[in-house]
C-alpha cells in the first residue's frame, strides 16, 4: 500500500476542492471581472499558483475559504491592472461577438452597473451569494467577517440597487 506524505495529500485534497468549486468559482469571477475568456485565464493561473504552493509543503487551515479569498484578491489585482490599460469599448467589439457573448456582456455592463454604485463590500457579499452561490455563513468564514454584518450588506446592498432602478 502506497504511504502518501502530507504535501501529496494536501495537493490531492486541494486539487478535488477546486474541481468541485470550479464552476462557482468560474461564474464568480466571470461577473466579478466581465469576460470569461479572462476569468478562465485567472482560474487557472490561481490553480497552479497554489498547487506549486501546496507543493512545497505550505500549510492551509480552511483551505476553501483561502481558494476564495485568492480568486477574489486575483481579481481584484486583475481589475486594477486591466484599469491602467486602454480598452477596446464593447460596442466597437460587438461585430466579433456572437450573440450568446452579446447577452452576456449585456447582462455584466448592467449588474456591473448597478454593483458600481454601492460600496464595495456590499457589492462584493451580493457576488459572493448570487454569483457564486455561498450561504451567508459561508462568506462570512471566507470574509472574516461576522454573519450579521454579511447579512446587513447583502440587504443594504440589495435595497440601494432597488432604489436605483425605482430612480
Known sequence: METLNTSTRTCRDFSTLFGNEMKDMFRYACYKIGNAEDAEDLLQ?????????????????????YLYRCLTNTCTDYLRKKQSMKIVSIENANALC???TENFE?????????????????AEVIRMRI????SFAEIAEILETPV???????????EKIKKGLAN
Do not use: W
Open 45 to 65: 493561473d490561481m490553480y497552479l499558483t497554489l498547487y506549486s504552493k501546496l507543493k512545497t509543503g505550505m500549510d492551509i487551515c480552511n483551505m476553501r475559504n
Open 98 to 100: 456572437s450573440p450568446e
Open 106 to 122: 449585456q447582462e455584466y455592463r448592467k449588474i456591473n452597473t448597478l454593483l458600481s454604485a454601492i460600496p464595495d463590500e456590499q
Open 131 to 134: 454569483h457564486s452561490d455561498r
Open 148 to 158: 450579521s454584518t454579511v447579512k446587513s450588506r447583502f440587504q443594504y446592498g440589495i
